[in-house]
């Protein structure tokens, strides 16, 4: 079992930042891949990063340019850093953790994105 802490949201105005953590119980070296993905009031949850265990990155395309997805293996630690957010950017957005054939998820952490 891999237990997963979000954490990092909150209120950001248009075009600011913010960054988001998730910290692991377990060791990220021993993690296939991690992820970020969010879900919005009333939509289904989506897909928003990955970083596979040599350091491979891939975004959605609604967030390329403007998220990173980093790691900090010696704190146990993913990273997202957002940048210029957009109002569509609001939603709970969640960490993923698979290892084997196993999916972890964390809570979760609001990030809302208004004037």
């Known amino acids: 079992q891999v237990h997963i802490v979000e954490s990092g949201g909150g209120l950001v105005q248009p075009g600011g930042s913010l960054r988001l953590s998730c910290v692991t119980s377990e060791s990220i070296s021993n993690i296939n891949a991690m992820g970020w993905y969010r879900q919005a009031p009333g939509k289904q949850r989506e897909w928003v990063a990955t970083?596979?265990?040599?350091?491979?990155?891939n975004y959605a395309d609604s967030v390329k340019g403007r998220f990173t997805i980093s790691r900090d293996n010696a704190k146990n630690t993913l990273y997202l850093q957002m940048s210029s957010l957009k109002p569509e950017d609001t939603a709970v957005y969640y960490c993923?953790?698979?290892?084997?054939?196993?999916?972890?998820w964390g809570q979760g952490t609001q990030v809302t994105v208004s004037s």
């Open positions: 970083i596979i265990s040599f350091g491979l990155t």
């Open positions: 993923k953790a698979v290892r084997g054939r196993n999916h972890y």
